[in-house]
């Protein structure tokens, strides 16, 4: 399927790439966000520049999308400038209607821990725009960055924390933890009022059809912002529930609706197909990531390889009709079906490879085990004094739902059972495999579209640690508890649950890990606004760890 052809090794180059050599692949992307109806709504050529992902040492993935009257073979290419002076390695692939015309090709035998530069060419000579990339260092490593993301609705506002990472210019890797498109229609999430007048998606619909997913990536590859970030970086990225539909779990999801909407399996088999169209990334649904001798990164599914259904609080309390009937209910499920020990979040191959993942690394000397993930594993509960917190101006279904939280957290049920919460024993087997290895675990975490930091213990031994991402641009807990200040909540979740250090409730950005031998250090980078395009900041936040101490240095 791919030609890969290696050529002669890269001398040793600098692994800095100026600032101005950021801006200069930018200017080469910049696009304008139109709505697509057809595979050649944005012309025919190289559509939606370029990207690349799952690096390694000696290889790394790259992806294009060339438009033809028919199957299209690309030449690609491999260098240390941008010039392309000294092509390292090249081969060919096809673009093809069967695949959306994007094309992927693995670029192997490079050397460790440099930067590249990379194209494709047309037949017609036309050559794509020039894309940056990087491979993994292999061996001692002083240090390692990362930009973490998640949660990007294209609908609320602009992606402005693509734009910082891509213009600061100070990481070796983006990291995607999912949510990287939203599936609903045009006036669902964000409803019509809530949505920013330059910021329509394509198609108009919820998203169904193959047709209907591959639209709206087009519509978000198309973000001008986004293809920068793809150009110049490499991304490691998983998929959360809304690159399928909201609170998806292997056999079904909130929001598909067989009776009207068809195969709940035909639709997740589309969603996974155009993902992998569309992504830098390959088809295995977990996978792990040697950073040298610094850490062991460990791509996870927790959403559509192995989990069961979730709870949800409106199941258990249905038909309670008092409060002592809903406590009732509450303890009952807390000591029965709650801790069902055959519950499952990855499934058991996978939880059985990452559990031999987690002692190859540390057996190699990894410092650091990180998970690359989507859902909270950190215990966090609603503060069970919030009902009186609230204001009048809260809407009735947040009111309803808050109370229902806090009824739940005086019976010792979790606020969020859609994350690893709603699965504790699958979280105990994973902590147990950790303690077994003496693993430095630190785990990554987007989905809420809030921020948080926790330490991770399990009967009473530190595990580890967590850092919990804000979203890109979906709207936090400030979105429906306006009247509360984010101080407020912030406070009351920190002083109601013991693992929680710290949270931001209130503001969009992403993540800056950096890990070296010594301590692994998150800087969470808020943006100033999602509302107007502008890659300023409005302010950061940082916490960190040291080796062998598994808890956030306050």
């Known amino acids: 399927m791919i030609k890969t052809d290696s050529l002669a090794q890269p001398k040793s180059s600098s692994t800095n790439v100026t600032r101005r050599g950021v801006f200069a692949l930018a200017g080469a992307s910049a696009a304008v966000v139109a709505t697509p109806s057809t595979a050649k709504s944005f012309g025919t050529g190289f559509t939606h520049s370029v990207a690349s992902g799952e690096p390694s040492a000696s290889s790394v993935l790259l992806w294009t999308r060339y438009v033809g009257d028919e199957a299209t073979t690309l030449q690609w290419q491999v260098s240390e400038s941008a010039n392309f002076a000294d092509i390292v390695a090249q ?5 093809t209607p069967s695949r959306d015309y994007c094309a992927k090709a693995i670029a192997t035998g490079l050397w460790p821990d440099r930067w590249y530069f990379y194209r494709f060419v047309a037949p017609s000579g036309a050559t794509s725009p020039v894309g940056r990339t990087r491979t993994l260092p292999q061996g001692p490593t002083s240090k390692f960055r990362m930009a973490v993301f998640s949660c990007a ?19 070796d890797l983006a990291v995607h933890l999912g949510d990287y498109i939203y599936e609903y229609g045009g006036d669902t999430y964000p409803s019509e009022d809530q949505r920013h007048p330059d910021r329509s998606v394509a198609p108009g619909n919820e998203i169904v059809a193959l047709a209907d997913y591959r639209q709206r990536y087009a519509s978000y590859r198309a973000d001008p912002d986004l293809q920068r970030l793809h150009q110049v970086l490499p991304m490691i990225a998983v998929w959360d529930d809304h690159e399928s539909t909201n609170d998806s779990w292997k056999d079904g999801a909130q929001n598909h609706q067989p009776e009207t909407e068809g195969s709940w399996e035909v639709r997740k088999a589309i969603a996974k197909r155009v993902y ?12 792990a990531y040697d950073v040298g001798d610094l850490a062991t990164l460990m791509r996870i599914d927790t959403r559509l390889e192995g989990r069961d259904e979730q709870f949800s609080l409106t199941g258990i309390l249905a038909g309670k009709d008092s409060p002592e009937a809903m406590v009732e209910a509450l303890i009952k499920f807390r000591d029965g079906e709650y801790v069902n020990p055959d519950r499952q979040l990855l499934g058991a191959a996978q939880e059985a490879w990452l559990a031999n993942e987690l002692q190859k690394s540390t057996a190699r000397g990894a410092t650091w085990q990180v998970l690359v993930q989507q859902v909270l594993i950190g215990k966090l509960s609603s503060p069970k004094g919030i009902a009186s917190l609230l204001g009048d101006n809260v809407p009735e279904f947040a009111r309803a739902r808050l109370t229902a939280a806090a009824m739940a957290a005086e019976a010792g049920v979790p606020l969020n059972m859609d994350a690893w919460d709603g699965y504790p024993a699958a979280r105990t087997r994973v902590f147990e495999a950790a303690r077994k290895v003496d693993a430095n675990l630190v785990v990554l975490a987007g989905d809420t579209h809030n921020a948080w930091a926790f330490d991770l213990a399990h009967e009473g031994e530190a595990v580890g640690v967590e850092f919990g991402t804000s979203s890109v641009s979906s709207p936090g807990f400030e979105s429906y508890l306006a009247s509360l200040p984010p101080a407020v909540l912030e406070g009351a979740l920190v002083s109601s649950n013991d693992e929680l250090k710290w949270a931001d409730t209130s503001q969009r950005g992403y993540m800056m890990v950096e890990m070296t031998p010594e301590a692994a250090t998150c800087e969470w980078r808020f943006t100033a606004s999602i509302k107007s395009r502008s890659a300023k900041l409005a302010g950061t936040k940082s916490l960190t760890t040291l080796k062998d101490k598994r808890h956030l240095e306050l």
């Not at 609705?153 to 990481?171: I, K, P, Q, S």
């Not at 992998?276 to 996978?287: F, G, I, K, L, Q």
């Open 153 to 171: 609705n294209f609908g609320f506002g602009y992606f402005n924390a693509y734009a910082h990472a891509a213009e600061v210019n100070d990481v």
């Open 276 to 287: 992998r169209e569309w992504m830098p990334v390959s088809d295995e649904p977990y996978a």
């Open 91 to 95: 081969g060919e692939v096809t673009a």
